[in-house]
């Protein structure tokens, strides 16, 4: 176990980092997440939510200033067998995460973040840390913890919440890790 760092740049170095001191048989990312405008699943403030595909976004202003090029990868798919027990065991709701640069700051950006990427939740890491896992063929999967509604008032949900947020999803992960045979 370790922390990866804050954002895409330090999550990509912080797992490849500890892929090779620890060698694990696989890789779950807990985090913290914001909830898109509309993400609909009755999703709500605390609760714990398992990455299904995971997408790189670009710039989320406007869409048209910035795109990825045709080599990068922009989309990763959790592991299905892993992400579909954690899911069952902890009895969580499957989504899709977008992954941008920066935190979306503003409740037009994250209108349009959430309809370009069809995405539920936002978080740093998961596309850094998925790729990581991915590149070593290494199983992954995200739990994150839905600690505050993408947009203006993110920053002040996040800090009311995150706490609970990130319970959430390590007591998801640690009934898992119960259920799971030995």
């Known amino acids: 176990m370790g922390s990866v760092g804050v954002g895409l740049v330090d999550a990509a170095a912080g797992t ?3 892929l090779e ?16 405008p509309a993400a609909g699943q009755g999703l709500r ?16 202003t406007t869409g048209r200033h910035t ?12 592991t299905p067998g892993l992400s ?5 065991a902890a009895s969580l709701a499957a989504v899709d995460v977008a992954c ?14 959430a309809k370009s990427s069809h995405c539920a939740v936002e978080n740093l890491e998961a596309f850094a840390v998925a790729r990581a896992a991915a590149g070593r063929n290494i199983p992954f999967a995200a ?3 839905i ?7 993110a920053h002040r949900e996040w800090k009311q919440n995150s706490a609970r947020a990130a319970a959430a999803a390590c007591q998801a992960v640690l009934t898992f890790l119960g259920a799971w045979p030995r």
């Open 100 to 113: 941008p640069l920066a935190i979306t700051a503003s409740a037009p950006a994250a209108r349009n973040a």
């Open 84 to 88: 579909e027990a954690i899911r069952n």
């Open 67 to 78: 795109y990825l090029p045709e080599v990068m990868s922009r989309q990763v798919s959790a």
């Open 16 to 18: 490849a980092r500890l």
């Open 21 to 36: 001191e620890i060698r694990p048989g696989g890789v779950i990312l807990v985090g913290t997440a914001g909830l898109y």
């Open 45 to 60: 403030l605390a609760d714990a939510v398992v990455a299904d595909e995971i997408a790189l976004l670009p710039d989320v």
């Open 143 to 145: 739990v994150l913890g």
């Open 147 to 153: 600690a505050n509604h993408v947009g203006p008032a």
